[in-house]
């Protein structure tokens, strides 16, 4: 019986290439000075495959933080400054959850079915707490959920269990009654970890079934669309 549902937000809640994409490759590009071979550098040497444009599933790009990328991307170009550096590429995603995001369905209308369930929601992001609840309310989703946590509100980071744990606290619900979805091998690294009952990946991010399945996952699905099917 699954009585809770934690979401990862991109790449499951939001399609993954067509929310951050572009964007990824604009942050490359300021943190680089402006420089495009340096970027493109940054990217390739931080997740992304140079001849199908897609990044490696456990790549910083795919399943770190913000904030882990821009260490990352300074240290490869041995820059200081990664404060600053970070306060503007967090900024640039800030500004872009209040218009690029592209949700996989209606998350008001999605939440609300499974609220009707008399399911808790929570949404687990590497992004931050601040930009996770600007796009559940632009959305018009953050009241649908009983949680919502980021890489720096204090539950630690994926793939540590630590964000499972703090949602079935505040929930009040048993992990083992509790399903985790995501598109990555660290949600369900994070499910396992958490000991979830369900960890469940979905096909709009970064990873193939095979590597989900690899990682731990109960099932694979081709995205949340079809979650109300599984559970």
Request: hydrophobic share 45%; with cysteine; aromatic share 6%.
């Amino acid at each position: 019986m699954i009585n809770a549902i934690l979401f990862d937000k991109d790449g499951t809640l939001f399609d993954f290439y067509h929310t951050w994409g572009e964007l990824t490759e604009q942050a490359a590009l300021m943190v680089a000075g402006g420089d495009a071979e340096k970027a493109r550098f940054l990217l390739e040497n931080s997740g992304k495959d140079p001849a199908t444009g897609r990044y490696a599933p456990s790549s910083p790009i795919a399943s770190g933080s913000n904030r882990e990328i821009v260490e990352v991307w300074c240290g490869l170009l041995d820059i200081g400054n990664v404060d600053e550096h970070y306060d503007r590429v967090h900024v640039m995603f800030l500004e872009h959850q209040k218009t690029g995001i592209a949700p996989v369905v209606d998350l008001e209308l999605f939440f609300g079915r499974l609220k009707g369930r008399g399911l808790r929601l929570g949404v687990a992001t590497m992004d931050s707490e601040e930009a996770a609840r600007a796009a559940m309310k632009r959305l018009r989703a953050e009241a649908l959920l009983d949680f919502i946590c980021g890489f720096d509100t204090g539950h630690g980071t994926k793939p540590g269990g630590g964000m499972v744990d703090a949602f079935s606290r505040n929930v009040g619900v048993d992990p083992a009654h509790l399903a985790v979805v995501g598109d990555s091998p660290h949600d369900m690294h994070m499910a396992r970890a958490g000991k979830a009952g369900r960890a469940i990946g979905v096909l709009t991010g970064v990873s193939p079934k095979e590597a989900l399945l690899e990682a731990g996952a109960h099932e694979v699905i081709a995205s949340i669309a079809e979650l109300e099917r599984v559970i």
